[in-house]
């Protein structure tokens, strides 16, 4: 899918969407098209921005990350988008964000490994402190786990996660017993399934990106290993489940700030207006599809509570910002939005979900 070269006018609102459309991510990156044009279109229903229609202009978030940059500073510099959101990976966010966010509002959708201030830039998902680091917690306590083995690809995200994950294994009488990184697209697992097995883990830390992850589970559950040591991952969607098959999810754990099984209003209303809109053989719209819904409101809400494009009068007013969407009623602090955290099993090929996760307690309350 390839965007068309198109120039904003008076009556319009370009906005990139930057999401997947190869590599590894590229599995979800239909998902995070769709519910990005239902917000869109949702947004564009009740009077568009500053009174004029928001339209998506697709970028490939799957490319490399100079050349995703590249294509966005031109179409900012052109005047064919004012604003861009969309999931990509944290090597594209840090080689983009320099050249775009001081000219343009930036809204990323990925959960990532925290510490990014860049002004005009703005996150709406999870971080390790609230994502990880509590259901590492409630991991120990429930399945004793203390020796936590960590595979992840081999860039920013996987790398800066696991030196935290160092810090949260302690804070349980833990350790972080091995660690294997690998380059995105790996297909053969077989060393670092034996380092697993050597290493004695008792838990898997999981930071591997969309069908890295859905190989690995693979290849771990032919192995055997699913009897030895749960799998937790803070980066794993149902469509990554679907991919991966029922035989490869026994013991899999993923945190997240929404599941497609959560039972409260706001998630149901949600997948009525994604089925009517895409019909029930859509990609499932997951965690990190139904981010790009997220980004594209929050876009919206900061120009509207500005009521002007202009990026400095945005981060102005950024902190009184708040918006309504599947994940509830949600509010930047920061330049972060506060929201839920899940712990969820699978179940098959869905996701169980068992528990809100507590970031500042010890404590953790069913769901």
């Given at each position: 899918m390839?965007?068309?070269?198109?120039?904003?006018?008076?009556?319009s609102?370009?906005?990139?969407?930057?999401?997947?459309?190869?590599?590894?991510?590229?599995?979800?990156?239909?998902?995070?098209?769709l519910?990005?044009?239902?917000?869109?279109?949702?947004?564009?229903?009740n009077?568009?921005?500053?009174?004029?229609?928001?339209?998506?202009?697709?970028?490939?978030?799957?490319?490399?990350?100079?050349?995703?940059?590249?294509?966005?500073e031109?179409?900012?510099a052109?005047?064919?988008?004012?604003?861009?959101t969309?999931?990509?990976?944290?090597?594209?966010?840090?080689?983009?964000?320099?050249?775009?966010?001081?000219?343009?509002?930036?809204?990323?959708?990925?959960?990532?490994?925290?510490?990014?201030?860049?002004?005009?830039?703005?996150?709406?998902?999870?971080?390790?402190?609230?994502?990880?680091?509590?259901?590492?917690?409630?991991?120990?306590?429930?399945?004793?786990?203390?020796?936590?083995?960590?595979?992840?690809?081999?860039?920013?995200?996987?790398?800066?996660?696991?030196?935290?994950?160092?810090?949260?294994?302690?804070?349980?009488?833990?350790?972080v017993?091995?660690?294997?990184?690998?380059?995105?697209?790996?297909?053969?697992f077989?060393?670092?399934?034996?380092?697993i097995?050597?290493?004695?883990?008792?838990?898997?830390l999981m930071?591997?990106?969309?069908?890295?992850?859905?190989?690995?589970?693979?290849?771990?559950?032919?192995?055997?290993?699913?009897?030895?040591?749960?799998?937790?991952?803070?980066?794993?969607?149902?469509?990554?489940?679907?991919?991966?098959?029922?035989?490869?999810?026994?013991?899999?754990?993923?945190?997240?700030?929404?599941?497609?099984?959560?039972?409260?209003?706001?998630?149901?209303?949600?997948?009525?207006?994604?089925?009517?809109r895409?019909?029930i053989?859509?990609?499932?719209?997951?965690?990190?599809?139904?981010?790009?819904?997220?980004?594209?409101?929050?876009?919206?809400?900061?120009?509207?509570?500005?009521?002007?494009?202009?990026?400095?009068?945005?981060?102005?007013?950024?902190?009184?910002?708040?918006?309504?969407g599947?994940?509830?009623?949600?509010?930047?602090?920061?330049?972060?939005?506060?929201?839920?955290?899940?712990?969820?099993?699978?179940?098959?090929?869905?996701?169980?979900?068992?528990?809100?996760?507590r970031?500042?307690?010890?404590?953790?309350?069913?769901?």
């Open positions: 390839r965007r068309s070269i198109w120039h904003a006018d008076d009556t609102i370009g906005v990139a969407l930057v999401h997947p459309m190869r590599g590894p991510a590229g599995i979800f990156g239909p998902a995070c098209g519910c990005a044009q239902l917000a869109a279109d949702e947004v564009n229903r009077g568009g921005v500053l009174g004029r229609e928001l339209r998506l202009v697709p970028v490939d978030g799957g490319a490399p990350p100079h050349r995703v940059a590249d294509e966005v031109t179409l900012v052109s005047g064919a988008v004012h604003g861009v969309g999931w990509h990976i944290s090597s594209v966010r840090q080689v983009l964000a320099p050249r775009i966010a001081h000219r343009v509002p930036y809204v990323y959708t990925a959960l990532y490994e925290g510490g990014e201030r860049t002004d005009g830039v703005y996150l709406t998902s999870e971080t390790p402190a609230a994502q990880l680091r509590p259901a590492m917690r409630l991991l120990a306590d429930e399945r004793r786990i203390r020796r936590w083995y960590v595979v992840g690809n081999d860039y920013v995200w996987p790398r800066r996660t696991a030196l935290a994950a160092h810090g949260y294994a302690r804070e349980s009488g833990g350790v017993c091995g660690e294997t990184y690998l380059p995105l697209g790996t297909e053969e077989g060393p670092v399934l034996r380092a097995e050597r290493s004695a883990a008792d838990g898997v930071l591997l990106v969309g069908s890295d992850a859905v190989r690995f589970n693979r290849a771990f559950a032919s192995a055997g290993l699913p009897v030895r040591a749960p799998r937790l991952s803070t980066l794993m969607d149902e469509n990554m489940l679907l991919a991966s098959g029922a035989d490869a999810t026994t013991d899999l754990y993923s945190a997240a700030g929404f599941f497609a099984s959560l039972a409260n209003q706001d998630t149901l209303d949600f997948h009525g207006l994604y089925a009517r895409f019909g053989e859509a990609p499932l719209p997951g965690s990190l599809g139904e981010s790009c819904y997220e980004g594209v409101l929050l876009l919206a809400a900061l120009v509207e509570r500005a009521r002007t494009l202009d990026v400095t009068a945005i981060g102005a007013g950024a902190d009184k910002v708040s918006y309504e599947p994940r509830g009623h949600l509010r930047l602090r920061r330049r972060h939005v506060s929201q839920r955290i899940y712990l969820a099993r699978a179940d098959g090929l869905d996701f169980d979900v068992l528990t809100e996760l970031p500042d307690r010890q404590d953790h309350r069913p769901h």
